[in-house]
T-cell receptor, first 111, second 113 residues
Framework: DAKTTQPNSMESNEEEPVHLPCNHSTISGTDYIHWYRQLPSQGPEYVIHGLTSNVNNRMASLAIAEDRKSSTLILHRATLRDAAVYYCILRKSGTASKLTFGTGTRLQVTL | GAGVSQSPSNKVTEKGKDVELRCDPISGHTALYWYRQSLGQGLEFLIYFQGNSAPDKSGLPSDRFSAERTGGSVSTLTIQRTQQEDSAVYLC???????????FGQGTRLTVV
């Protein structure tokens, strides 16, 4: 299975944009890129996912490199409530594909 | 219910005892996942059910662990002869289809003493 590489931790100031990188150089053509986050003492929650094109939703934007070997999750204005561990996950197309979490990036947001 | 429900929320058991953890997924969701998370660690995949297909059990750490999903709805994770290293938060998630967002429950905190 293709693997993802994320920085262990990042810091951001409140109200600033945050760009969380993810490298996936061995991604295959059928791998979807999913992002989840886990707030302290809670279960993970879905953020966004995409295949080839950039995606936007109410929570974030996902920018996917043209060669798909990397992607960036963009939080447009970080708040204290965005402090969490952010997981970048590759998921193959098909019903047999499970959702496997790596170690993620711990985002700290400060005033 | 509005979301994924897990019970009990907390379970303390003695080493060597069997435990059953229950997950009620969101109604109509075909995919169901179990994970465990030890203190300060990431999520460890355990098992994945998708519709009527055979479950993916590749993450179960030993034959003491088993899970079933009855009628495509409720799932039970059973741990036999519990050990102290089984102490963790056990999380269940469900999704409408394999490729749609997964919704997680609040987890069951298992403590083996």
């Amino acid at each position: 299975d293709a693997k993802t590489t994320q920085p262990n931790s990042m810091e951001s100031n409140e109200e600033e944009p945050v760009h969380l990188p993810c490298n996936h150089s061995t991604i295959s053509g059928t791998d979807y890129i999913h992002w989840y986050r886990q707030l302290p003492s809670q279960g993970p929650e879905y953020v966004i996912h995409g295949l080839t094109s950039n995606v936007n939703n109410r929570m974030a934007s996902l920018a996917i490199a043209e060669d798909r070997k990397s992607s960036t999750l963009i939080l447009h204005r970080a708040t204290l409530r965005d402090a969490a561990v952010y997981y970048c996950i590759l998921r193959k197309s098909g019903t047999a594909s499970k959702l496997t979490f790596g170690t993620g990036t711990r985002l700290q947001v400060t005033l | 219910g509005a979301g994924v429900s897990q019970s009990p929320s907390n379970k303390v058991t003695e080493k060597g005892k069997d435990v059953e953890l229950r997950c009620d997924p969101i109604s109509g969701h075909t995919a169901l996942y179990w994970y465990r998370q030890s203190l300060g660690q990431g999520l460890e995949f355990l098992i994945y059910f998708q519709g009527n297909s055979a479950p993916d059990k590749s993450g179960l750490p030993s034959d003491r662990f088993s899970a079933e999903r009855t009628g495509g709805s409720v799932s039970t994770l059973t741990i036999q002869r519990t050990q102290q290293e089984d102490s963790a938060v056990y999380l269940c998630a469900s999704s409408l289809k394999w490729n749609t967002e997964a919704f997680f429950g609040q987890g069951t905190r298992l403590t083996v003493v």
